[in-house]
Structure formats: C-alpha cells, structure tokens
C-alpha cells in the first residue's frame, strides 16, 4: 500500500527557519514528482512547490519563492521543504503528495507548522 | 496564477441525494482537472482526474465533467460516507491551484 508519512512540523517564531521531510513506501518513488501543500487554518489547500522525479527541477507558488526549497532524494525515498524567513501566514498542516500523471495519486496526512512568537 | 472558483462552499444534503459541485477556472486548463475528497485529519484521495476519468477504486457514483473552464463534479446517491470537503485542482499550469472547497454536511 502507497504511504507518505511527513514530520519536521511544530512551532517556530517569525523569522525562524524549519525543514519537513516526507518519506514515501509502496510505489515507486523515483518515477513521481512530489510535491508540498499546504492548508492553513479555516482555509483550503494551496499548492506550494514540486520537484520532478529525477530531482533536475523545482517550481514554487509566489507566495513561497526565494524562502522555501525543495529537494529530494531519491535512495531515501525522501522530499523535504526547507522554510526560512516564515512569517505568521505560513502557519497551516503540510502535506507532500506524489503526482505520476494527472493528478496527485498519494497524500500524507500531513505535519502542522505553527509560527507564532 | 490560475483562479478556480467552486460552487457551493457548503452543501447540506441527505443520504441518498444526488449532488453536484462546480468549479470555474480563470482560463482554459484543457481538462487537466482533478476532484479530491478530504475528511479531518486524513490524507486527501482524488476522485476524477482528466476532468472525467475515475481514479481505480473509487466508487461509480461519483462522476466528473467538463471542459475549457468549466468542470462538474458529480455524486449520483450520496452515501453517509461521503460527508467530506471536496476540492477541485487544475493540473494544466503551475501552481497547480485548487478550489476553494466544498463542505458537504448533514440535512
């Protein structure tokens, strides 16, 4: 069975950095781009970043860009997010979810960053 | 970025009833367009995606359509567990933005 399990998530002060991690078991991981979304509070889901599955390029949503990064690797079946500069705003649950096709097949249940002083 | 407005934001229905979720796209996204179902605390599951292809192992009474800007999600005969929100995605361009959900409760 397709698993992501994240973690890394807890409270942080603005300004302070974090690093999430997802690890993937039961699929392929290698051949999926990942991918990282995040729901604050109340609200619905917005799409972060995603990296591709050889790990050759990354994208991000404006409201991430140049203050987080996204890597993976591949031999862990790992991805992780690096936040830096976090501001209140990034409070929410993150998941990382994997996307093989047309859509994202597999989600975490996801990691909850608060960041408050 | 790509808006995608969803309609209804909440949704009470009764067991049995038959429901339908819209979502409009700011432009064309070529049906790269995927439903997800989300309960609290759990891992969100996709639906449809293509606009209208059922992910393996959902149940048949949920249905998709649509195209250029506009898709439709569709449950034939709500069942007590498909009381969930449900998000719309386009897949055409990065971000890959959803809708702003749908609440589907208890009559």
């Known amino acids: 069975e397709a698993q992501l399990v994240e973690s890394g998530g807890g409270l942080v002060h603005p300004d302070g950095s974090l690093t999430l991690s997802c690890v993937a078991s039961g699929f392929n991981f290698e051949t999926y781009g990942m991918h990282w979304v995040r729901q604050a509070p109340g609200k619905g889901l917005e799409h972060l970043s995603g990296?591709?599955?050889?790990?050759?390029?990354?994208s991000y949503a404006d409201s991430v860009k140049g203050r987080f990064t996204i890597s993976r690797d591949n031999s862990k079946k790992m991805v992780y997010l690096h936040m830096a500069s976090l501001r209140t705003d990034d409070t929410g649950v993150y998941f990382c979810?994997?996307?093989?096709?047309?859509?994202?097949?597999?989600w975490g249940q996801g990691t909850l960053v608060t960041v408050s002083s | 970025d790509i808006q995608l407005t969803q309609s209804p934001s909440f949704l009470s229905a009764s067991v049995g009833d038959r429901v339908t979720i819209t979502c409009r796209a700011s432009?064309?996204?070529?049906?790269?367009f995927a439903w997800y179902q989300h309960k609290p605390g759990k891992a969100p599951k996709v639906l449809i995606y293509d606009a209208s292809t059922l992910q393996s192992g959902v149940p048949s009474r949920f249905s998709g359509s649509g195209s250029g800007a506009d898709y439709t999600l569709t449950i034939t005969s709500l069942q007590p567990e498909d009381f969930a929100t449900y998000y719309c995605q386009q897949l055409n361009t990065y971000p890959f933005t959803f809708g702003g959900g749908t609440k589907v409760e208890v009559k």
């Open positions: 990296i591709s599955s050889p790990g050759t390029s990354a």
């Open positions: 979810a994997a996307k093989y096709f047309r859509a994202f097949d597999y």
């Open positions: 432009q064309g996204v070529n049906k790269f």
